[in-house]
């Protein structure tokens, strides 16, 4: 029976993901994509998008802002644009998106099924339903505006879609992954992110399988005072929501000490550092890009290789290429791209069964993991601060222009 993983409240932001940025989103976004499918495959990829912690690291290591409702649509929108050429090779697809798109949906899966020979119907219903679920059957005060679908060749998918609160300034994120799945209306999510609202009528819940019936048993008879006794019957006997993991995205944009596990964060630095020199050596030739690339490259392996409970502070991923927004820092363009290329000669490299580079990546995970117990390193604040005073050498890039021309009008 698939299951709910937890909740999240995620900041309502606008605002449009800038092109030099949203290009390069679905370059990363499409090659750690490539890296989980050559290690884990492509079932793996799909049980990872279905969960909630990992979906907001995934997108805070793209440079995305690390804690905002944005995220949702940014990914989703990366990935359907990187994937989309290598759909016969993954044999994954992306359909659906943001307003408009979403409802496109149901013409995509069947031009897929066209393609594919997968069921389209069953899927469009699957579609459908779910969107039905989570706009009717779940009332908790978010209208949906995102729809994601990812379907794999053989009929497997995941549902990523988003709602908002326009008063709240708020949006939540619904998570569905077939896998196990038995119903759409008992149980059916493996997520729900999100800030809580107060009482919210959730008829998926396991728990509500008598009211449903007892529902279709009243609208049969109708009887005022069938309906009243019903109502006594259950008034105070309602047994308490079960306790769920909760990610609490905060509403501040800076990335706080308290947003980040610091000893993951040194065993990262000291793994770089360490493995840096015997894994990468001609990376470090590049002045002022190699070690920095290193430790990017860190925290990208760990969203590759990691376990689910890892990704509970998403903040601490987005030190490794910045956001757009300038929090915590700059986008290191320098780093992004020197990211890129390692990763891409990686999985092109692993295609033709020279896996060293991918193994590189992997030991550097490995040491990360190991060295977090004992390393020690810079305080969060100094850490950041160093990020920021080497932004304009390393081709700094916000919403608000290049960081060193920003420094120089400023100096000027």
């Given at each position: ?60 290591v793209m440079g995305m802002d690390w ?270 791209d020197e990211t890129i290329r390692v ?9 033709l069964g020279r896996d060293e580079e ?55």
């Amino acid at each position: 029976m698939a299951r709910r993983t937890g909740s999240a409240d995620l900041p309502l932001h606008g605002g449009r993901v800038p092109a030099w940025l949203g290009v390069r989103m679905s370059s990363l976004g499409t090659i750690i994509t490539q890296a989980i499918v050559h290690h884990y495959g492509r079932d793996e990829f799909l049980r990872r998008l279905s969960q909630p912690f990992w979906f907001q690291s995934f997108g805070a290591v793209m440079g995305m802002d690390w804690h905002s409702s944005g995220i949702t649509t940014s990914v989703i929108g990366a990935l359907k644009r990187g994937l989309k050429p290598l759909e016969g090779e993954l044999g994954i697809h992306v359909c659906g998106g943001r307003g408009q798109h979403s409802r496109k949906t149901p013409d995509e899966l069947r031009l897929l099924g066209e393609r594919t020979g997968f069921d389209a119907p069953r899927l469009v219903r699957a579609s459908r339903l779910v969107a039905k679920v989570d706009s009717a059957a779940v009332q908790d005060g978010f209208d949906l505006y995102l729809h994601g679908f990812f379907v794999t060749d053989d009929g497997k998918w995941t549902v990523v879609q988003q709602g908002m609160n326009g008063d709240k300034r708020q949006a939540r994120r619904y998570h569905w992954h077939s896998e196990q799945l038995e119903s759409f209306v008992d149980e059916p999510h493996s997520a729900i992110d999100g800030p809580a609202q107060g009482e919210i009528v959730n008829l998926t819940d396991h728990r509500a399988a008598p009211s449903r019936a007892a529902q279709l048993d009243l609208l049969s008879e109708m009887g005022p005072d069938r309906i009243v006794s019903e109502l006594a019957a259950i008034d105070g006997k309602q047994p308490a929501q079960a306790m769920l993991p909760h990610l609490v995205m905060p509403s501040h944009h800076d990335v706080r000490s308290s947003d980040v596990f610091s000893r993951r964060l040194h065993g990262t630095l000291a793994a770089a550092a360490e493995r840096g020199p015997i894994d990468f050596p001609e990376l470090l030739l590049t002045p002022g890009v190699g070690l920095r690339t290193v430790r990017s490259l860190a925290m990208v392996a760990e969203v590759v290789h990691g376990a689910p409970y890892r990704f509970a502070d998403p903040a601490r991923f987005s030190l490794a290429h910045g956001g757009k927004d300038r929090h915590p820092y700059p986008v290191p363009l320098k780093v992004y791209d020197e990211t890129i290329r390692v990763l891409k000669s990686a999985v092109q490299n692993a295609k033709l069964g020279r896996d060293e580079e991918m193994q590189a990546l992997k030991r550097l995970d490995d040491q990360s993991r190991r060295l977090e117990r004992t390393a020690q390193g810079p305080s969060l604040d100094v850490f950041i601060a160093g990020e920021r005073a080497a932004s304009p050498a390393l081709d700094g890039r916000s919403v608000f222009g290049w960081e060193a021309e920003l420094k120089a009008r400023k100096s000027g």
